[in-house]
């Protein structure tokens, strides 16, 4: 070794090692980073050189079943520019100038900000944003947003509900659907450079949003407006608290309307009270009272155990059953089954419930559907309270059959007594007809469903018989209307507060279908604690159902028609058993459900019923029915011939008069 190596040796040797260890370093350090932290370091290099957008989704729209809009979106616009990236700042200054009507000078100061991102306008509504969004122009930025409407206001805002700021369902439709209405969010990926500049990149990926789904509802709007007006016009000329009202068809079982008062407006639900927001039609159970008398007629005729013809002594209107005095309304002594029926005689209807036995009361209780949800798609359905034979005490035969310790929904009662107009078959509730995606395809259609048949079609004829009485002769004439023959039962119960029913707060209600011989509408009416001497449902409840159903009759010219009849219009399929139809009616049994059918009119032509039209209505009609008009007089129809009902052939002619 030469001296001068010597001489350094040590320095040497520690600068050698110093390079070899460092070397060693950053080849460690580099394993590291490429092979132990090169995902995590991936994910760091996308978020600094990546920024995710979301694209909201435009909920779906929900429409009533004559596709007016119950809830929509109003489509709003922002507008912004990246001043650095602008192409044409002239045509840009001007178009928006033109559309808002602000000078080009604001315009032109928000293009010389020093900002990297600067707003031009915010919320500007569709229609006017379309000429700004035809500019292409790589500094310029639109986001779109939405939010949601009611333009009827409280219409049907039980039964829509609502949804918060972010657009999430939260009450009714809005939260029963609100996954489908949502729709899917989408996104797309923009390249960020190292100044924090944001700019789209062709060769990274998108995803579009999809759109959410349309509803469209079974119910009527303007039905749905005549029931809340006159039940409210109720409610304050009897001093009520509230009210429930319902109207369906009994043929489907499709919701035409439905409401309970007091209610709220949709578009800024923050400002009622929480009770007023549940669709209490569904939702809260009470004591239905003599509403429920249907339950052990019904019995008492399909198990044949009472006839009906056969008379009852009603004791003058007070019955001593066990050591409980019953009381009648009035004082009632010999009366036949269907007066009983017609006049709402408690003692009667007790006697007649004893003959038919609690088995059979029970059971009917259970065909109607009382004691179980019925279906319906909406949130928060109650089942009401039905209680078990072997629960019951020794008075309750004689409480049961008045509609006492039952509970029921007014849905419920409604399906009741559209099992009653239909001729025996409970029907599933339908409120959402159809659904249909962004584009309008029908992606899901609601069809009629039969859950069972009750009785025979000659059993269920002679209760509606009894049940039509009731209105023409009996407690409920102030539901009857001209022309029309409407079925029905009133019912009044006293409350039960602090275990014990209240000599001062009532429910009243009524329960009908008209026209009786060929039933289009069924609608229940129920008001919460009318004032003193108004608590009778023959007094405060019944006149809605006429009044709601003339205004349904005036509006819609199809109700005025007379549908032709059909031979049992609600057939199960041919290879439905009898057996299979009476299924289910035990405790917890699950429905069964089946398609209805529909079977083909007879050949020839069913007269229409005209009384009460206008002579244009009249002739319209006739027309419709290709029958041969013959008019006499002026104004209202009063007289034609052949009657309602006749079968003639097509081109006969209808004599009409008029006065």
């Known amino acids: 070794m030469t001296k001068s190596f010597l001489k350094f040796r040590t320095r040497i040797l520690f600068l050698s090692s110093f390079v070899v260890l460092l070397w060693a370093g950053l080849a ?5 980073i490429q092979v132990f932290r090169s995902n995590n370091f991936s994910e760091i290099v996308k978020i600094q050189g990546e920024e995710k957008i979301l694209l909201p989704a435009i909920r779906g729209t929900i429409h009533d079943r004559k596709y007016r809009s119950l809830a929509e979106n109003i489509i709003h616009y922002d507008f912004a520019v990246h001043p650095n990236r602008v192409e044409n700042r002239d ?5 928006f100038s033109k559309v808002t009507g602000r000078s080009k000078d604001y315009y032109e100061n928000r293009l010389d900000s020093d900002k990297t991102y600067e707003f031009l306008e915010r919320n500007l509504k569709h229609d ?52 489908g209405l949502m729709g899917k969010t989408g996104w797309t990926i923009l390249e960020t450079d190292g100044h924090g500049k944001s700019r789209k990149n062709q060769a990274y990926p998108i995803q579009k949003p999809v759109d959410g789904n349309n509803l469209v509802l079974t119910i009527d709007a303007e039905y749905q407006a005549i029931l809340q007006d006159e039940l409210n016009r109720s409610i304050v000329s009897t001093g009520a608290s509230g009210g429930m009202g319902i109207i369906l068809e009994p043929f489907s079982g499709k919701i035409l309307a439905m409401t309970s008062l007091p209610d709220f407006d949709s578009n800024s639900p923050s400002l009622t009270q929480k009770e007023f927001i549940r669709n209490r039609v569904i939702t809260d159970q009470y004591e239905p009272g003599s509403t429920f008398k249907i339950v052990p007629a019904m019995a008492a005729i399909h198990t044949g155990k009472v006839g009906l013809k056969e008379e009852f002594n009603c004791e003058n209107g007070s019955y001593d059953f066990r050591g409980t005095t019953i009381k009648d309304w009035s004082d009632f002594s010999l009366l036949n089954f269907s007066q009983i029926i017609e006049n709402s005689s408690n003692v009667g209807v007790i006697k007649i419930a004893e003959r038919v ?22 949130p928060g359905e109650a089942n ?59 992606i899901h259609h609601e069809k009629p469903q039969i ?33 029309w023959n409407v079925a029905g039962k009133t019912g009044t119960a006293q409350k039960f507060i602090d275990g014990e029913y209240s000599k001062l707060k009532f429910i009243s209600s009524f329960a009908g279908f008209f026209p009786a ?43 005025l028609v007379h549908k032709p009849r059909l031979k049992n219009r609600l057939t199960p399929h041919p290879d439905t058993s009898q057996d299979d139809l009476l299924v289910g009616t035990q405790d917890n049994a699950p429905l069964t459900l089946m398609t209805a059918s529909v079977e083909k009119f007879n050949p020839g032509i069913i007269v229409p019923d005209l009384r009460g039209m206008s002579l244009r209505s009249a002739i319209s009609t006739v027309k419709k029915f290709e029958l041969t008009p013959k008019v006499e007089g002026s104004g209202a129809v009063v007289y034609q011939w052949p009657i309602a009902g006749t079968e003639v052939s097509p081109g006969s002619t209808c004599s009409i008069k008029l006065n």
Do not use: C
């Not at 939010?147 to 009450?171: C, M, W």
């Not at 209780?365 to 909406?378: D, L, N, V």
């Not at 209680?387 to 019951?392: F, K, L, S």
């Not at 004689?398 to 107009?421: D, N």
């Open 517 to 559: 011989d060929d039933p289009q509408l069924v609608g229940v009416f129920v008001l919460d604690e009318p004032g003193k001497g108004q608590h009778w449902g023959g007094l405060s409840a019944a006149p809605i159902f006429k009044n709601v159903m003339k205004r349904i009759i005036y509006q819609d010219d199809e109700i």
């Open 384 to 442: 009401g309270r039905l209680r078990t034979i072997d629960e019951w005490s020794r008075i309750s035969i004689a409480q049961f059959p008045l509609g006492h310790e039952v509970s029921v929904t007014t849905l419920q009662i409604a399906l009741a007594y559209a099992t009653i107009a239909n001729g025996g078959y409970l029907m599933k509730p339908i409120i959402v007809e159809k659904i249909q995606n962004a584009e309008g395809q029908v």
């Open 128 to 179: 006017e944003s379309k000429p700004l969004l035809a500019l292409k122009d790589k500094g310029l930025v639109a986001h779109k947003h939405s939010s949601r409407l009611y333009p009827h206001g409280h219409v049907a805002s039980q039964i829509i509900g609502f949804t918060n700021i972010d657009g999430k369902g939260l009450e009714g439709l809005e939260r029963q659907y609100d996954i």
């Open 28 to 32: 460690m350090r580099y394993l590291y």
């Open 451 to 483: 859950i069972r048949k009750i009785s025979s079609s000659k059993n269920i004829a002679s209760l509606k018989s009894m049940l039509q009485r009731s209105v023409e002769n009996g407690t409920g004439t102030s539901a009857y209307l001209a022309g």
């Open 357 to 378: 036995g609690a088995k059979d009361l029970y059971s009917f209780a259970r065909k109607f559907g009382f004691g179980s949800e019925s279906g319906i798609s909406f």
């Open 91 to 95: 045509l840009i200054v001007s178009t």
